[in-house]
């Protein structure tokens, strides 16, 4: 049976969530600090699995194979360059003007939080940070779109109106998702659309937003390790991702520290 979307309704959950999101934000800082020319997405992830488990808190990725494919072995997705996600953390050194995605799963007491970031490694071209600024502020302004009473469609059409006035690939195979006891539940969110259609939104409701563009073609490719997911030109891609519950206050991003 699918897993249903979760939908908050005690102060008790809403408070393991926001602990869940709240220490994937510090996880996520001190990772970001560590990125340099020569680090190695395995003495990244030797460190997110350090800081992680020293929170009393669990990698949420670690393990997980959905669909037969291996079990996944990082804490983190470590996506250099052309990858778009998925990387699995391996030997390769970062070297400059590279840039890197990193996706974050960290779970508290049952509850998951889901979150990513994409940075340059020292200088980067103009274009490679055009791409990050662009895709970041369409995760921003889907974010505000985020409101109770709004659609789905709504946000996804904000994300992908940032990537096509950009003249960027809007990724279609990967998206954002519903979070809560699981990492990927439902529904999924594209990063393009149309205002007023899909589901409406409830306070209560806890949705990972998760924009994807690159410089080049949408395409991608998956490598022969199952995991790794490339753009097939070869071009940059960039990708940013938090967790929000929706409240009748409006948006509230979990993964973030207070």
């Not at 049952?110 to 662009?134: K, N, Y």
């Not at 439902?186 to 410089?215: Q, S």
């Amino acid at each position: 049976m699918p897993v249903q979307t979760v939908v908050i309704k005690s102060r008790d959950e809403i408070a393991l969530m926001r602990e869940a999101g709240r220490l994937n934000a510090e996880v996520r800082a001190i990772l970001r600090e560590a990125i340099r020319p020569g680090l190695t997405g395995r003495e990244l992830d030797v460190l997110a699995k350090a800081e992680i488990a020293r929170r009393g808190a669990e990698c949420t990725f670690v393990g997980y194979g959905p669909g037969g494919r291996p079990p996944y072995p990082g804490a983190i997705c470590f996506s250099v360059n052309d990858e778009l996600v998925h990387g699995i953390p391996g030997d390769r050194p970062l070297r400059e003007g590279d840039i890197v995605s990193v996706d974050l799963g960290v779970t508290y007491r049952g509850w998951v939080s889901d979150a990513a970031f994409t940075c340059g490694v020292g200088e980067v071209s103009p274009e490679a940070q055009e791409l990050m600024r662009v895709t970041e502020a369409s995760l921003w302004a889907g974010i505000e779109q985020a409101q109770v009473g709004k659609y789905l469609g709504d946000v996804s059409a904000t994300i992908g109106s940032y990537g096509e006035r950009a003249g960027y690939g809007i990724i279609q195979e990967y998206g954002g998702h519903g979070v809560g006891h699981e990492m990927h539940e439902p529904p999924h969110i594209p990063n393009f659309g149309r205002p007023g259609v899909g589901h409406r939104l409830k306070a209560g409701m806890v949705v990972a937003l998760e924009p994807m563009f690159a410089l080049g073609k949408p395409a991608t490719e998956e490598m022969a390790d199952h995991w790794t997911v490339r753009m097939r030109d070869g071009k940059l891609s960039a990708h940013f991702e938090e967790t929000i519950a929706i409240t009748d206050e409006g948006p509230e991003v979990l993964t973030r520290i207070r």
